[in-house]
């Protein structure tokens, strides 16, 4: 049967007190109990249904996990203040000193630092590999790793995991299986096709108003209970909490995902074939010449379309940045980092959001300076949008 992730999510409602149709926000850090046996055993696990402390847990937080869990087909989900505040806590969870990670090397530069930088303070230490090289991936594995962690559709070149093949992997060598699936949410739902955990950072495409930043991973409930421990949960000790009413407002915005999701992927489906029919070389996994085109449709849920993300090469970084003003001035978009938004955001990963990965790997990894990211917006019009951005490329010289 096919995995529906839009329908799960519009049939998981909770209502709020009084009768209202978004549940209640709990506005809370502490809670109280009757009994001092009951505060006792919510300490040790044993009270359901009861809160202790809302770093460890809260109703509102509780709820938008519980969304994008079923959104996800995991069994439960924990949420973070932030994408980076789910990532690294997954990753401390699984790994100790001593052990290793095997990670596409094209990743958010976030993520891409702290394996690189940060990691290592406590001995754990990455491979960063061509992820749709699986024989690479495989090579690298050694008898000190414990995870795989890729992007489903990765930051910023848009290359396209095989997440069956790298699920079977891991599995073959007692391995978790960790996917960041930020740009692609509802298209692709890495946990059904074995992932153990998936990521999002909740600031992109999923709260989509740029209002706030957020993150969650997706697991077993086990997997949840473990993040969530006070003895020894990375997410409990870290404490990269979300406030119950970010998480409130989050779960509102999910509502329209789909909607939005639909819009983004048809107007970049849209400037993709128009800019490759213009001559210039675009990168966007719906393109027929997508190395990963392929790939994506034999894993894709129906209707949600290749996603909003969407990478165009000016030839140089100066052209780049000249374009980016001047469709900035045209009100196309905004020159800002990150993604999801209603409007369209462009930025040159190479100095941006990538700028933590040295410049040789940059170039070996096809990261050239020319490059601008778009995160594609809801535009009414696209074929408007598509001839006054035609315009800035001719008056830049890109066309
Ligand atoms: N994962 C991906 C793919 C991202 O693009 C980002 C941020 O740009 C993150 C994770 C980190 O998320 P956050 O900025 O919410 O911490």
Redesign the pocket.
């Known amino acids: 049967m096919k995995f529906k992730p839009a329908d799960q999510l519009q049939d998981l409602q909770h209502f709020g007190e009084f009768g209202g149709v978004n549940p209640s926000i709990s506005d809370s850090s502490t809670y109280t109990f009757l009994s001092a046996k009951k505060m006792f055993d919510t300490f040790e696990g044993d009270a359901e249904g009861c809160y202790l402390y809302s770093r460890h847990s809260s109703p509102s937080n509780l709820y938008l996990g519980e969304a994008l869990a079923a959104m996800e087909g995991t069994e439960a989900a924990n949420v973070a203040a932030?994408?980076?505040?789910?990532?690294t806590p997954v990753l401390l969870q699984l790994c100790r000193a001593g052990e290793h990670i095997v990670s596409s090397r094209t990743?958010?530069?976030?993520?891409y630092a702290f394996l690189k930088n940060f990691a290592p303070r406590f001995n754990i230490n990455t491979s960063f590999v061509d992820i749709t090289d699986l024989e690479k991936v495989e090579a690298s594995i050694t008898d000190k790793t414990k995870v795989i962690y890729c992007?489903s559709v990765?930051?910023p070149l848009l290359e396209v995991a095989d997440i069956p093949a790298l699920s079977k992997m891991a599995k073959k060598h007692g391995l978790k299986l960790i996917v960041?699936n930020?740009?692609s949410p509802l298209a692709l739902s890495p946990a059904p096709m074995g992932a153990d955990v998936v990521?999002?950072?909740?600031?992109?495409f999923i709260n989509g108003s740029s209002d706030t930043?957020?993150?969650v991973a997706c697991g077993t409930q086990e997997f949840i209970d473990e993040l969530r421990s006070v003895n020894d949960g990375a997410s409990m000790l870290l404490g990269p909490t979300m406030d119950s009413f970010r998480a409130a407002s989050i779960l509102k915005n999910l509502r329209t995902l789909h909607i939005r999701i639909r819009q983004h992927s048809h107007n970049a489906l849209f400037l993709a074939e128009k800019f490759q029919d213009d001559g210039l070389r675009t990168v966007y996994p719906g393109l027929k010449n997508h190395p990963g085109h392929e790939l994506y449709k034999s894993m894709m849920n129906e209707g949600f379309g290749f996603g909003g993300m969407l990478v165009v090469d000016a030839g140089s970084l100066e052209k780049a940045n000249k374009a980016m003003e001047l469709m900035q001035h045209k009100n196309l978009g905004y020159l800002a980092?990150?993604?999801g938004f209603y409007k369209t955001l462009f930025s040159a990963p190479g100095t941006s959001?990538s700028s933590e990965i040295p410049e040789e790997e940059q170039k070996e990894m096809g990261l050239s300076d020319g490059i601008i990211r778009f995160s594609i917006g809801l535009d009414n019009d696209i074929e408007r949008t598509y001839e006054t951005m035609k315009s800035c490329m001719k008056e830049v010289g890109i066309l």
């Open positions: 932030s994408g980076m505040g789910a990532i990743i958010y530069g976030g993520t992007e990765s930051n960041d930020t740009f990521i999002h950072s909740l600031t992109k930043v957020g993150g980092v990150s993604l959001t």
